[in-house]
């Protein structure tokens, strides 16, 4: 890795790393302060869902009785805000961070430097992994301080540090997805919509699959499989293997853009 490449990219995306942080923040601030403000009524709110076929309450992250508790409330939207929302940044900025040099004109000069490829995409990816922790380790630490505060530290701690951990992981896998399809790409061109739309169309696929009970092996194609949420379960702990087929998933992807990007022609 080189250090320079690294803090240059690093500064060059700092204001969108704050602003996506803050607005997270801000979303799941929102989301927690109107279950504090109607904890007593939620019951009326949860009967309303209870009525939804079963598969729908699958679906939606949903079961009857489950926004009694802030971690089940907490259970149902965090999809929205870390897999999903954080999962669309995350691949936002992989299929930006290396393309760019195409797209702004300054491939040639990065390549003319005294720096090897191994060195360039190693930078890049580094940048990218630091500022998906960063989100991602500034939404836990909201998580546990609201849920802590609306219900108790130790019951809500653990929970939310095993659900943010397959969050991580899924966001991870999303960010290399899209460092790798820029990778593959033989000029690079702006494919952020794309992109973004890809990780909307895996969570939509995901939902439709868990409605329908014939087809629930392709589940296991799609990275939410690997993210239980069950967090109401009172045997919920960290299941390992979901992490690793997320993080093997990552390591295959991260280590064919190395080979690709080795012979890759960099048009200029």
């Known amino acids: 890795m080189n250090n320079n490449l ?94 760019r040099e195409e797209q702004q004109g300054t491939a040639e000069f990065l390549l003319t430097r005294p720096i090897t490829r191994n060195q360039i995409i190693s930078s890049k990816l580094a940048v990218l992994l630091t500022n998906i922790t960063v989100v991602n380790l500034a939404l836990w630490i909201n998580g546990v301080l609201w849920t802590g505060i609306i219900e108790d530290f130790p019951t809500t701690f653990l929970p939310l540090s095993i659900v943010h951990s397959y969050g991580l992981f899924i966001c991870y896998f999303f960010g290399v997805m899209g460092f790798f399809i820029t990778v593959l790409m033989k000029r690079a061109k702006a494919i952020i919509g794309p992109a973004i739309g890809l990780v909307m169309f895996m969570y939509m696929f995901d ?49 064919l853009s190395y080979l690709i990007y080795r012979k890759k022609d960099i048009l200029l």
């Open 6 to 99: 690294y803090k240059k990219d690093f500064r060059k995306d700092l204001k969108v790393l704050f602003f996506i942080t803050l607005a997270m923040l801000g979303f799941l601030a929102i989301t927690l302060s109107m279950y504090s403000a109607m904890k007593d009524s939620m019951s009326a709110v949860t009967d309303l869902y209870s009525t939804m076929p079963a598969a729908f309450q699958d679906a939606l992250n949903f079961h009857e009785g489950q926004w009694n508790s802030v971690l089940g409330f907490y259970a149902t939207y965090f999809v929205y805000y870390v897999p999903m929302m954080t999962g669309a940044y995350a691949i936002y900025l992989g299929s930006s961070i290396l393309s």
């Open 207 to 255: 939902m439709v699959l868990r409605i329908s009970d014939k087809v629930q092996f392709l589940l296991y194609f799609t990275p939410y499989k690997y993210m239980n949420i069950d967090l109401l379960n009172t045997h919920y702990h960290m299941e390992w293997w979901r992490l690793l087929v997320l993080a093997v998933a990552t390591a295959l992807m991260i280590s």
